[in-house]
């Protein structure tokens, strides 16, 4: 017996339905969601403490830091991580 979640088709994908917020955690907020090729979650995350780096990006189990939130989603766009939804960048 396979489970299937309600309201999600085989053919939608399941990051539709996140949002950057879903990934915070105590000392990280979860600030932008991208998407990778195969439409796996790639979230850009702040830092709530006073660390030098205080940006991150996350994706699969890497987590790459940055100085800035430009050079953080430089990286994302070089590696082809798109924008989910109607996400402004800032």
């Not at 996140?18 to 796996?40: A, C, E, H, I, W």
Request: charged fraction near 25%; include cysteine; glycine fraction near 6%.
């Amino acid at each position: 017996m396979r489970l299937k979640p309600l309201g999600v088709s085989r053919d939608s994908d399941g990051i539709s339905y996140m949002s950057p917020k879903d990934f915070s955690n105590d000392r990280y907020d979860g600030v932008q969601l991208r998407s990778d090729g195969r439409k796996n979650p790639v979230v850009i995350m702040h830092s709530k403490q006073t660390d030098p780096l205080r940006w991150k990006v996350v994706y699969g189990f890497s987590q790459v830091f940055f100085r800035s939130f430009a050079e953080a989603v430089a990286f994302c766009n070089t590696r082809g991580f798109q924008l989910v939804k109607d996400q402004i960048e800032t």
